[in-house]
């Protein structure tokens, strides 16, 4: 019998992969300047372990601490010193700095660059498609903290407190795995008294991005609300190819303009039938994204799928990349791929045991924020020990 020769990388096991994370935590500083019991960093790798383990809740963390055999594993396995009680845990939590988990994120991630777990994903050109997103994971009309975005109702008056995320993650159309990277909080900024938005926070995740990997090619997928001019300008900035969504309701100027180069026989036409489905493209390069903008030059591709029911989808793109006939159909599939985001990374948080939108505990400062991120840290090493 032939049995397929599996590459082990022990850099990448279980037991690595928690010793590296414990080693990361321990260099954030504690913010506690007394009474110390339990240390910060075991509070982090408690945290850490409950999201890893896919408990439902702070409470049934909790109770493994009262089982000796599950303690007992729990110490070993997660190089935990000693468990928090579900209240010591939130205390301690509460008072760290989001921020200072991004190095956390970085060091795992360029682990699993080192062990070539990323080469499967280049997309085009030795670049990766990364998606972002935003997406809200706490809503209450009672319980809120200093950072809670509000929203008021202005039939009832009564205001709505939420914590979102936006998130990022590297994909690809011909894999369900992705690979998580650290995500921009969406909270109210210190000092501030308007609430943070998707587009401030894509701005601090970008120049963050490129600061933890000034050398990764990536190209950004996203949805038609990132199509605007600031948008592209920080983008090129930061020296990131784009795919971005289009609407024509939006871009009627473009759009206009597509229409005007195919009278003038100046578009990239294509068309092209695979398993009975007919895919259709029209590209023009060189275009300005709207009339207030002429500087931002873009590419436009245009596309159809056409099933043999009659049935037809439309999508429309901008990007960067120069459109030819030979990677129409790579461009749009690297643009449809932007759905990973919400189907691979949101919604297995939300529906495949992270328990995304579950409150393990808000707190007064930044506990909402940490968990959120400790949650989505252990998604990041899932995958990699998967893979």
């Known amino acids: 019998m032939c049995q397929a020769k599996i590459e082990v990388r022990t850099h990448l096991n279980a037991d690595a992969l928690f010793t590296k994370l414990r080693t990361e935590f321990e260099k954030i500083p504690d913010w506690r300047t007394s009474d110390v019991t339990i240390s910060l960093t075991d509070a982090l790798m408690s945290g850490f372990a409950?999201?890893?383990?896919?408990?439902?809740?702070?409470?049934?963390?909790?109770?493994?601490?009262h089982d000796a055999a599950k303690l007992k594993n729990l110490t070993t396995i997660s190089h935990i010193d000693r468990v928090p009680c579900d209240?010591?845990?939130?205390v301690i939590l509460d008072g760290v700095a989001p921020e200072a988990l991004s190095p956390v994120y970085s060091a795992i991630f360029h682990e699993a660059q080192r062990g070539k777990l990323l080469e499967p994903f280049v997309f085009l050109?030795?670049?990766?498609?990364?998606?972002l997103d935003g997406t809200q994971y706490f809503s209450s009309t009672t319980i809120h903290c200093p950072s809670c975005l509000e929203k008021t109702n202005a039939k009832t008056g009564e205001t709505t407190y939420s914590h979102q995320m936006f998130g990022a993650a590297i994909v690809h159309p011909d894999r369900r795995d992705v690979i998580p990277v650290f995500p921009e909080p969406i909270v109210k900024q210190d000092g501030e008294t308007k609430?943070?938005?998707?587009?401030?926070?894509?701005?601090?995740?970008?120049?963050?991005?490129?600061?933890?990997?000034?050398?990764?090619?990536?190209?950004?997928?996203?949805?038609?609300?990132?199509?605007?001019?600031?948008?592209?300008r920080e983008l090129i900035r930061q020296k990131m190819h784009f795919i971005l969504g289009v609407k024509p309701g939006d871009h009627a100027f473009l759009f206009r303009q597509v229409d005007l180069a195919a009278i003038r026989g100046k578009t990239i036409d294509e068309e092209v039938t695979h398993d009975g489905v007919t895919h259709v493209f029209r590209g023009v390069n060189g275009v300005p994204l709207n009339d207030s903008n002429q500087d931002v030059v873009v590419n436009v591709l245009l596309y159809w799928e056409i099933h043999p029911d009659g049935t037809v989808q439309h999508f429309a793109w901008v990007t960067?990349?120069?459109?030819?006939?030979?990677n129409a159909f790579h461009l749009m599939r690297g643009g449809r791929a932007r759905w990973k985001i919400e189907n691979e990374t949101f919604n297995t948080l939300k529906n495949q045991g992270y328990h995304w939108e579950h409150n393990y505990g808000h707190g007064k400062q930044n506990l909402s924020v940490i968990f959120a991120l400790l949650m989505m840290l252990a998604f990041l090493?899932?995958?990699?020990?998967?893979?």
């Open 195 to 232: 609430n943070d938005c998707e587009r401030n926070a894509a701005k601090r995740f970008l120049a963050q991005f490129r600061a933890a990997h000034p050398h990764l090619k990536v190209i950004v997928i996203e949805d038609g609300l990132s199509s605007n001019a600031p948008h592209i």
């Open 125 to 131: 050109d030795g670049y990766y498609l990364l998606s």
């Open 50 to 65: 409950m999201f890893s383990l896919k408990d439902p809740s702070l409470l049934a963390f909790d109770q493994r601490r």
């Open 320 to 326: 960067d990349i120069t459109i030819t006939r030979e």
């Open 381 to 387: 090493v899932d995958p990699i020990l998967q893979l």
């Open 87 to 90: 209240t010591h845990m939130r």
